[in-house]
């Protein structure tokens, strides 16, 4: 099946410091990436969807220059949350969708981070 | 996409099977019906998805109601690891219409 891998699964940094997150399809192309947030014992809610190499379209109220989200090849995005604050700690979410008639998700691990 | 409501939570005796309900009574005919799950701390899992039929893999079986207003998620013998968040989804199946929304799900206990 396919398999979609993030990295880092845990970061812990401090207020004001950046943080990459990766994500990438392993065995498939991946024309569209999103990028999901959790909060402890809520749903997932999208943040954004990404196409490979265009921009990327942010849910409202996702605010783009604090979560950068970069697709520049078929299998790799990244989200980088800037200037990162005690309130951006969350579980981060990716998923790839590479087409088909159905276009299914397939979802990472998640990458828990926290901000101290 | 429709709306769907799930009961917040069940139990399940391990063994039994695990009858997880879906009301979604705004569904359109293009819209498919999704279950997905999320194990504690991990990414969603695809389980199983339909239109109209019935619908049978490894994992599970869907029932839909003739009407499509509602649907079921069959786990046929729950073992303590389908402990999960059991999301019902239903959206445009086609490509080009491929967002999820997650609402709160049905978190399921199966208990020893």
């Known amino acids: 099946g396919a398999v979609v891998s993030q990295h880092p699964s845990r970061v812990i940094c401090k207020s004001g410091t950046s943080v990459k997150i990766e994500c990438r399809s392993l065995?498939?192309?991946?024309?569209?990436m999103f990028w999901y947030r959790q909060f402890p014992k809520q749903s997932l809610m999208l943040m954004a969807t990404?196409?490979?190499?265009?921009?990327?379209?942010?849910e409202q109220g996702v605010e783009k220059d604090k979560f950068l989200i970069n697709h520049a090849s078929l299998t790799l995005s990244t989200l980088t949350v800037t200037s990162a604050h005690p309130e951006d700690s969350s579980f981060y979410i990716c998923?790839?969708?590479?087409?088909?008639?159905?276009?299914?998700?397939?979802f990472g691990p998640g990458t828990r981070l926290t901000v101290l | 996409d429709a709306k769907t409501t799930q009961p917040p939570s069940m139990d399940c005796a391990e063994g039994r099977a695990a009858n997880l309900p879906c009301n979604h009574s705004?569904?359109?005919?293009?819209?498919?019906v999704y279950w997905y799950r999320q194990i504690h701390s991990q990414g969603p899992q695809y389980i199983i998805h339909?239109?109209?039929n019935n619908e049978t893999n490894e994992m599970a079986s869907l029932i839909i109601t003739e009407d499509r207003k509602s649907s079921t998620l069959i786990l046929p013998h729950a073992t303590l690891r389908d402990t999960a968040v059991y999301y019902c989804i239903v959206r445009v199946g086609l490509a080009g219409a491929n967002n999820l929304f997650f609402g709160t799900g049905t978190r399921l206990t199966v208990i020893p």
């Open positions: 705004t569904i359109s005919g293009n819209e498919y």
């Open positions: 065995d498939f192309q991946a024309t569209t």
């Open positions: 998923s790839a969708s590479g087409g088909g008639l159905f276009n299914e998700q397939f």
């Open positions: 990404s196409n490979e190499g265009s921009k990327a379209t942010y």
């Open positions: 339909g239109l109209k």
